[in-house]
């Protein structure tokens, strides 16, 4: 037979048969024609090879096992060798098992919520519902800026399961209220022309905090209070880098150190 013959008959490929013979699990036939000539004994050991490699067991423990075992020491090389790859095996089904769960979370999470988003469904739906009502292009452009900010920390593993808490908590009530929140914010604080200077009002950032403050405190006291302390502990340089780098107006960053105030009980 000619290469090409032998990978047919074994459902393979030439470059395969290559790869065997560099790798010295399937022996080169003498070049006794222009072309090599493979017999019976390739076609066999070959259809092995590919019986093994199909059933698991990795190239480099092949070629031992295509020797018959000859006596109980062997047999048990043997023996432990297949027990290796089953543990092999059994942990791949296992790493398979999870990444089938994650990408099976992802598949609801578009199909629930129509965003692939690594944040937990209600943050993803809590989002949505507040960029889904006719907000100006700024104050919609600093909602996603939030929204790709817990993403980040998403990505880290960094985002406090009080978070979740509290936005599973909100209802539709409170989901307009936060988003009428927003939109004082917006349009107390925030210019649409970018060139124009405007004086940032601390006493109303106070209390638009405030008031968001005591509406998460109404509706989840405990993870409020819990978020409040962490909010605190994590004032840190590295992590106001971030929140400006997410929020380059004067006004947020404002904002941001309001929320960090009032946290640590400096706000009055």
Sequence with gaps: MRAQDLADLAGTTVRTIRYYHQLGLLAVPESGTPWRSYGFAHLTRLMRIRWLVDTGVPLADVPHLLRPPHGADERRVVLDDLAAVLTSIDDKITVLTAQR?????LRRRVATVGRLSPLPPSLVRMYALLLDRPLPPAAAEAIRRERDLLE???????????????????GEQDLEQLSDLWMDFHAAFVKEEPSVPRQVREDLVVDVVRRTVDLATRVEPGATRRLLARAAELDRPAVRAALELAYPAPVYRQLVRTVLDVAQGRAT
């Design 101 to 105: 769960g994650r990408v099976e979370t």
């Design 152 to 170: 980040l920390s998403c990505y880290r593993g960094a985002v406090p399961q009080d978070v979740v808490t509290l936005v599973d908590a909100l």
